[in-house]
């Protein structure tokens, strides 16, 4: 059974500050993703990466599958930045069946 | 980009009654969508997959009589969630992927049933 697992539960930065949330899991996947949840529930995908690293505006992406570990970096974070942040994988070479971390949730202090 | 829409956004409604949620990918052909489930502070866990044309595939535990999904066309799927109780409040999130295409989130339905 794949587990994902993210670190932290909970984080909570001042304006400016760099970020970095983790997530790891336990066995081989086919995909990786990153997603923010807004307050009130919407999703949006941020990334999705199978191997080396991905970059959009302030967000970055990372992947290391020999370690099965990903890591998503914000860059002088701000308060609109404040969500919760879902890792989720697919594995056994399917688009779908998500298996999803407990999520980090992020607060941004002005 | 792709856009997955999700209708109704919040539902409030009596123990017993019916509850319809709508998927739909707005500009791509969504070959399959994906049912989630997320109860208060836990993860989304996958309820089930539909392809269009065919049944859904239903996770264990997930009763197929009372979560009914119809995927009847390549942009449309819908959940309805029959006689519905308390314990299923929840918020329910869909996604739709297609041949090339990643999955692509909906806004998400909560659904409070009083």
């Keep these: 059974k794949n587990e994902v697992e993210q670190s932290p539960q909970n984080l909570t930065a001042q304006e400016g500050e760099f970020i970095t949330i983790n997530c790891s899991y336990s066995v081989g996947i086919s995909a990786l993703h990153w997603l923010q949840q807004h307050p009130g529930g919407g999703i949006v995908s941020l990334f999705m990466l199978s191997s080396g690293k991905k970059k959009h505006g302030r967000l970055i992406a990372t992947i290391n599958i020999q370690e099965k570990h990903s890591s998503l970096h914000i860059t002088a974070s701000h308060p609109r930045d404040s969500a919760v942040y879902i890792c989720a994988v697919t594995y056994g070479g399917s688009q779908g069946n998500l298996i999803f971390g407990k999520g980090t949730k992020l607060s941004v202090k002005p | ?114």
């Design chain 2, 1 to 114: 980009g792709a856009v997955v829409s999700q209708h109704p956004s919040r539902v409030i409604c009596k123990s017993g009654t019916s509850v319809k949620i709508e998927c739909r990918s707005l500009d791509f052909q969504a070959t399959t969508m994906f049912w989630y489930r997320q109860f208060p502070k836990q993860s989304l866990m996958l309820m089930a997959t539909s392809n269009e044309g065919s049944k859904a595939t239903y996770e264990q535990g997930v009763e197929k009589d009372k979560f009914l999904i119809n995927h009847a066309s390549l942009t449309l799927s819908t959940l309805t969630v029959t006689s519905a109780h308390p314990e299923d409040s929840s918020f329910y999130i869909c996604s739709a992927g297609g041949r090339h295409q990643p999955q692509h989130f909906g806004d998400g339905t909560r659904l409070s049933i009083l």
